[in-house]
């Protein structure tokens, strides 16, 4: 097996998990259950959003012919990375080894493309057989004179996360200190873990260049490979997806000595506590109060928009089933619509995003490890929710069952994240309540009707 | 009562509005220049080379990488094919993620939910064999989804291990983890081979040998299988259906994905809505009769099927078009004597008579058609009846069999003359022959907005997977009522972008006519 550093990442020493609970974080999915993504999936979702990366899948066509252009992250500028490459690897390859075509399709791509640099994908089957694909990447680059970056996250090493973190480590070692900016100022910052979903990025970068921080890295939405690159010269790291990239803001701290904070641009007050957040450990007196003054300020704009909506949603209930962050940040965003989550899941979360999402719920509230679609549909019909917010995969289920659904996970139609974020989920939430469509589902037909009536007349 | 009209107070863009404001073009731009961005002139300049000749031979050279491919792996199809079974629970075996990518596919597809599981196998399995993760698997999934029927598909990694399904299976059951008497039929679905047409094949034969051993042959029960092939279209199974039911044949359809990712809403999620029944699919092998309706989805099943159930008759067939769903009723009444029923006779009137009202519109049009290698030739057929002129054939799992019969089919027709067969070719060879020998239009699945808009050429979306439009699966394309569809589907994207090439006030629209 060619993926050693895989498991040494589950060891992650600044993962929130204590040494007790890291078979959270081995979480070695149950064979026969419905199951997640696997560490490919991971990985792909950390790094192919470095846009004008060209991003090469070593293996059969399973890998990437099923996945290719399924996640929503926005790019503002070169579209590469929504061109799906692969090897495509057959029978013949695997028996006869695959190292070849890897290298030739590298040059290919490099000489068709010119791509800022290339990332190599390995999956299950060419790390089965124990293809030596750093060799042929270390071969590529010397030859083509791009970085040629291996992925070392074959789906079998684990789980989503445990593949992100190999995406972490590998930008970690092999390409952030590559690259120097042209300038640095003060107040640069490198986001991580922010995927630009539906243009979420774009509400919060605003934000930051009214405040006068400079993002010098985006990790990766709408990154692109050199200014990834330059993230050791930030002044502070901002991890947005806390687990998932825990490992990389760790190994900037321990490398270059660059802080980290953790936080959500999920609601008012998870928005204004990360951003002070940020200015305090930036250290700037200056900005410190402009920053409390703008946070202020946009929350008496914010919540004076958000005034009429606020009146309908509330006291109205949610089923949150998310993971990470967004299992406590969520419950905070809905909390300032005036609406009450009634159980959320700690899939993918740390102790301090658990000890958080209680925190928030309350006593009456329920904690979900993990639960099925039934289960969740149980739990929204007997206490009494008016809906369900999830993710893609619960999407169709709560909608069979005529339960009014909104996701917030990576098929999220608009993005949700800061100020302007908040007013688009509220309107998104409202219109998921308020869509005529379930009074058409919940009534019965006339004739049922009718027939109701003629038997109560009967009784 | 509350509308959720909220648009004008909040007055908040989404992203598709909010970045074509002027501010966020100008700060992309700016951005642009300082991430030393090749200049416009440049990138048009490339641009326009990726539309030259020499470009497409430098593409059409190209032997490693590919490059946006049209097809998915074989687990995939052996996933569809066993939704269509009562009760059935996909498994299928090998890594986790595998699953996970089918089922979203699916379901992005679908818009439904969609239950497979795996055996999720991890490095250790992959070192030591998967026999544990089967066996914990199965126990697992039988105690969790209390299925009637287990479905064994596999992917890539199993099949590297060697790992033996049979044995694995027998040895599940000896252990306990499932019933001796539930049925757990397999399959070998390698990644590495073939497509996911390949897969469905190798599942449904899995699936019919395992039923058929679990029950000696009994009398002949009179009726006719069909069989779909990987169709995504459930509303083609239901327009089948249809049609047997006019003829008054008594059919078993296997395996029946309508109801199973088309179910209406009731209120109550079932994880198993519907499917071939179990006791129907047992007494398949006394039909007198098994029909599949698409070919290179069913080789290895139909040749199982002639081996080893001795019917009077198995055939594959295509009804797609005129002449295809023509070849259909007749197969259907020479088997069992029963006459074309007049309403299908007028069904048929009733296309063909549709078909003179818009064929000059669509006659001479050059087209470009990719997909499954059925879906294919049934569409390349249909639009040569329709007088379009199809160009460019492209299939990236077709095989050579494939490529003799779409030549054949192209050569054996006037309007073909000038088509092309590429076999084994990639979405970004298509871009490269909708720029070098234009189409007029072009049909295939969603990833073909891509290409509609690097080369303006505008697309007609029939195939699989189709992502971004919503319910075409739910309209058949298949029979004489199928044809109908796709029939107004290709000429009013005729239609429509003759008004988009006349639609400019005092420039363009001296023909933007009511009456075409």
Known sequence: ?459 | MDTGKTNAPLGIKDHVELFQEERYQKSFEAKRAASEMPCEEDVLKISEWTKTKEYKEKNFAREAAVINPAKACQPLGAVLCSLGFEGTLPFVHGSQGCVAYFRTYFARHFKEPIAAVSSSMTEDAAVFGGLSNMIEGLGNAYALYKPQMIAVSTTCMAEVIGDDLNAFIKNAKEQGAVPEDLPVPFAHTPSFVGSHVTGYDNMLKGILQALSEARPKGSPNGKVNIIPGFDTYPANIREVKRMLKAFGIEATILADTSDVVDSPNTGDYQLYPAGTPLEEALDAQNASATLALQRYSTLKTLEWVSQNWAQQKTLALRPIGVKGTDAFMEALSEITGKPIPEELEKERGRLLDAMTDSSAWIHGKRFAIYGDPDLVLGLTSFLMELGAEPAHVLCTNGDKEFTKEAEYLLSSNPFGASGKVYTGKDLWHLRSLLFTEPVDFFIGNAHGKYLQRDTGTPLVRIGFPIFDRHHLHRYPILGYQGALNVLTMVVNTVLDELDRKTNVPGKTDISFDLIR
Request: glycine fraction near 10%.
């Open chain 1, 1 to 459: 097996m060619a993926v050693p550093r895989a498991k040494e990442l589950i060891n992650e020493p600044s993962c929130g998990h204590k040494q007790k609970d890291k078979a959270a974080c081995r979480k070695a999915p149950e064979p026969g259950s419905s199951s997640g993504g696997c560490a490919f999936d991971g990985a792909t979702i950390a790094l192919v959003p470095i846009a004008d990366a060209a991003h090469l899948v070593h293996g059969p066509i399973a890998c990437w012919g099923n996945a290719w252009g399924s996640r929503n992250s926005l790019s503002s500028g070169p579209s590469l990375y929504r061109t799906a490459f692969t090897t495509d690897l057959s029978e013949n390859d695997i028996v006869m080894g695959g190292e070849e075509k890897l290298f030739r399709a590298i040059l290919e791509i490099a000489g068709r493309y010119s791509p800022k640099a290339l990332f190599v994908y390995l999956t299950c089957v060419p790390a089965s057989t124990g293809e030596d694909i750093e060799s042929v990447c270390k071969k590529a680059s010397r030859k083509t004179g791009l970085p040629v970056i291996p992925v070392m996250a074959p789906g079998f090493v684990g789980s989503k996360v445990l593949g992100t973190r190999v995406a972490g480590d590998t930008l970690l070692r092999r390409v952030i200190g590559t690259r120097e900016p042209k300038e640095t100022t003060p107040f640069d910052i490198a986001l991580i873990g922010e995927y630009n979903v539906s243009g979420e990025l774009w509400d919060i970068l605003p934000v930051f260049t009214k405040l006068g921080i400079r993002v010098l890295s985006k990790i990766t939405g709408d990154g692109r490979f050199e200014e990834v690159a330059t993230a050791h010269r930030a002044k502070l790291s901002v991890l947005i997806c806390s687990n998932a990239l825990i490992n990389l803001a760790g190994g900037l701290e321990e490398r270059y000595g660059i802080p980290f904070v953790e936080g959500s641009f999920f609601g008012l007050k998870e928005t204004n506590g990360l951003l002070l957040r940020i200015v305090e450990r930036l250290g700037d007196a200056a900005l410190i109060e402009k920053t409390r003054a703008f946070t202020q300020a946009m929350t008496s704009q914010t919540l004076q928009t958000l005034e009429p909506i606020r009146k309908r949603l509330f006291g109205k209930r949610a089923v949150l089933y998310t993971g990470g962050v967004k299992s406590w940040s969520v419950i905070s965003a809905l909390k300032d619509l005036g609406m009450e989550v009634i159980a959320t899941s700690t899939r993918k979360s740390t102790e301090q995003d658990i000890a958080k999402a209680k925190e928030l719920l309350g006593d009456r509230g329920v904690l979900l490890t993990r639960a099925s679609g039934g289960e969740l549909l149980e739990l929204v019909r007997t206490r009494g929710a008016d809906m369900l917010i999830a993710g893609g995969r619960n999407q169709y289920v709560a909608l069979k069952s005529r339960i009014p659904f909104l996701d917030v996970n990576q098929e999220r139609m608009r993005g949700y994240a800061g100020y302007k974020g908040l007013i688009r989920l509220a309107k998104d939430v409202d219109r998921a309540l308020a869509n005529p469509v379930w009074r058409l589902v919940l009534e019965p037909a006339p004739w049922e009707a009718a027939v109701a009536g003629e038997l109560a007349a009967e009784v």
